[in-house]
């Protein structure tokens, strides 16, 4: 953990999305820390991240508190996520960019972030413009995530401190 530099990943099209998604991947968080501010059209989340970039092959390997910024934001959206349970821990699986026309140039579209269970959040937003932070030092993990992966079966680790 001494050698700790903070991640920063700023996303503008989907390829950019598609790397904040792999360093979010198995992130965890409570629905308490999720916000979304219609006035400033702004939707955020604070999460602990498994850090797989610093992950070797034993270990558990660090988590770190990370922030998830999603700005430009029309609505959010959630499906099978209980919104009146802020306790409630949900692991992040992907993220994942549907423009709103088949127009590959249309910058507006919806940011859909996968939780496991079966549950997601839908952002529709003008256009892709999100930021990922690190925002606290890391510590280690009480297990490495693990998946079960069948036709279409994937599930995460679910316990926020983990």
């Not at 998604?21 to 501010?37: E, I, M, R």
């Not at 890391?138 to 995460?156: I, Q």
């Amino acid at each position: 953990m001494a050698d700790f530099k903070p991640l920063r990943l700023k996303a503008e099209d989907g390829d950019d999305l598609t790397v904040v998604s792999a360093a979010l991947q198995d992130a965890v968080g409570q629905l308490g820390d999720f916000s979304w501010d219609s006035r400033a059209r702004r939707f955020r989340m604070l999460l602990n991240r498994y850090r797989w970039e610093a992950a070797g092959d034993r270990g558990k390997g660090e988590r770190v508190r990370t922030a998830l910024q999603v700005d430009s934001v029309l609505s959010v959206r959630s499906r099978n996520v209980k919104q009146t349970a802020p306790d409630a821990v949900v692991s992040l699986l992907a993220l994942a960019f549907e423009r709103k026309d088949d127009d590959p140039e249309a910058p507006e579209g919806t940011l859909v972030v996968t939780l496991a269970g079966g549950g997601d959040i839908r952002i529709e937003v003008e256009c892709v413009d999100v930021i990922l932070a690190d925002v606290s030092e890391p510590w280690r993990a009480r297990a490495r995530p693990a998946h079960e992966t069948g036709p279409e079966t994937r599930t995460g680790t679910g316990e926020a401190g983990s």
